[in-house]
């Protein structure tokens, strides 16, 4: 029988499992990626700076977000 330790790095295992399957996909991000993924325009110089991790320009990001509030 498992005691509470045991049960604790269990949880713990599992919770990091989860989270390093879950991690967003900038964590591989491709610098020399400068269009927008969703519209095909150029990703402007300042967010690539600002956010390097940025997929998407500031519009079609503000079109992301407006969406997934209203799921919410």
Same mark, same amino acid.
Request: with cysteine; glycine share 6%.
């Given at each position: 029988?498992? +005691?509470?330790?045991?049960?604790?790095?269990?949880?713990?295992?599992?919770?990091?499992?989860?989270?390093?399957?879950? /991690?967003?996909?900038?964590?591989?991000? +491709?610098?020399?990626?400068?269009?927008?993924? +969703?519209?095909? +325009?150029?990703?402007?110089?300042?967010?690539? *700076?600002?956010?390097?991790?940025?997929?998407?320009?500031?519009?079609? *990001?503000?079109? /992301?977000? *407006? /969406?997934?509030? *209203?799921? /919410?």
């Amino acid at each position: 029988m498992a +005691d509470n330790a045991d049960l604790a790095t269990e949880l713990m295992e599992r919770r990091l499992a989860g989270a390093l399957a879950n /991690r967003p996909a900038w964590i591989g991000y +491709d610098p020399a990626v400068t269009d927008c993924e +969703d519209c095909g +325009d150029e990703i402007p110089a300042a967010r690539r *700076q600002a956010a390097p991790w940025a997929t998407t320009c500031i519009e079609c *990001q503000g079109i /992301r977000e *407006q /969406r997934a509030a *209203q799921r /919410r």
